[in-house]
Structure formats: structure tokens, C-alpha cells
């Protein structure tokens, strides 16, 4: 949430992002375009711009990882990993069909909203899954794209990781695993109190 002025609220992390981004670029002066440019968060022409969007909105939800921490037998799992594949299958080819050839993210070398509004998700999946948390034995994204030859995902994934502004506005990994275990354990309980009644 964001609170701008006196009375204006904006919620919802994709609708802040592109509000910070867009004044950021107001802020840069210069044509619309060059704004844009200056900004590095928006892509200069509406074509990258529309390809951005429709990532964030194709793609995020496919590195939704808690039903594999939840699952509560190996079916329910197997068919969670597999879900989870195939969510990482569909990303790799939106990136190799639509994203920039010359680097390693959505649109090359720069890093943009797709980026910012999928970084969060990616994160977590990539430090969750591999703790092996709940009823789930440790599954590691980067590996699953080895063993599913998605050689594009990887190298998109890694450069997300690696990226500064990705570390230093992340949930620390320690922190996020403990607040995990302790959500699994609070839903266990919680169905649990369900099945007595």
C-alpha cells in the first residue's frame, strides 16, 4: 500500500509498481518516450510495454509453490510438481517467444516491471522448495530446469536472483523459511480443529 498526499491510497503491488515507475519517469523530463527510457523500469515503445504486461499477468502466478509445501500425501504432491512444471514450461516459452534475445531477462538486458512484479514469487519459490518444508521432499526450481531443459527460464531466473535490488528488497531466506514453517503449522492446526468438528 502506498498512501499519496493527503488522502490518496494505491494498493496492490502491481498497481504501485507501475505508479512509482511512471513518476519516476515524469521526474526524468523529456518526451514520454525518454522518460520512459530514463526510467529503465518501462520500456520506451508500447509493443515492450504490452509484452511486459502480459508476462506479469501470464506469468507470475506460475511459480505458485504452496501447494507442493501443502500437499498432504505423495499424489497430491506429484500432481502439484507437476502443476509447478508445467507453470515453468509455459514461462520459458513466453520467454523464448516474446522476450529479448540479447540478455538474460524479459527484454534483454534491461530489468522491468516483469521483473520487479515476478521477482517476489520466483524468490520464494527458489528458497521454499528446496528447504523441503511441510510434507514435501526439497524441490529446486534451477534444477527442475535442467532435468526439463528449460535453458531460457534458468538463466532468467538466476539473473533475477542475482540482481541487487532483488536481494536487498527480499525477506531475508531465514526469515522466510521460519515464517513458512510456522503458516504450515498454523493451517495444519487449523484442519486439524476442522476434522473434530
Known amino acids: 500500500m502506498l498512501v499519496v498526499g493527503d488522502d490518496a491510497v494505491i494498493c496492490e503491488s502491481l498497481v504501485v509498481s507501475e505508479y512509482v515507475a511512471e513518476l519516476q519517469a515524469k521526474l526524468a523530463g523529456g518526451s514520454e518516450s525518454e522518460a520512459l527510457a530514463k526510467s529503465g523500469l518501462q520500456p520506451c515503445n508500447p509493443e515492450d510495454r504490452a509484452v511486459v504486461r502480459?508476462?506479469?499477468?501470464?506469468?507470475?502466478s506460475r511459480f505458485a509453490y504452496f501447494p507442493i509445501v501443502r500437499a498432504q500425501n505423495e499424489k497430491q504432491h506429484d500432481e502439484a510438481l507437476e502443476q509447478f512444471k508445467s507453470g515453468l514450461k509455459d514461462v520459458d516459452a513466453f520467454l523464448r517467444n516474446m522476450g529479448g534475445r540479447k540478455g538474460p531477462f524479459?527484454?534483454?538486458?534491461?530489468?522491468?516491471?516483469?521483473?520487479?512484479?515476478?521477482?517476489?514469487?520466483?524468490?520464494?519459490?527458489?528458497?521454499?522448495?528446496p528447504a523441503g518444508l511441510g510434507n514435501s521432499p526439497p524441490v529446486d526450481p534451477l534444477v527442475l530446469c535442467d532435468e526439463l531443459g528449460l535453458e531460457r527460464l534458468k538463466s532468467w531466473i538466476e539473473a533475477v536472483l542475482a540482481r541487487s535490488s532483488v536481494h536487498e528488497t527480499g525477506v531475508p531466506k531465514k526469515d522466510m523459511l521460519k515464517n513458512m514453517k510456522r503458516m504450515i503449522e498454523?493451517?495444519?492446526a487449523m484442519e486439524k480443529d476442522d476434522s473434530k468438528q
Not at 502480459?54 to 507470475?60: A, D, K
Open 186 to 188: 498454523r493451517l495444519n
Open 54 to 60: 502480459l508476462f506479469i499477468e501470464l506469468c507470475s
Open 106 to 129: 524479459l527484454l534483454g538486458e534491461q530489468f522491468t516491471l516483469a521483473e520487479c512484479n515476478t521477482a517476489p514469487f520466483v524468490q520464494r519459490a527458489c528458497t521454499v522448495l
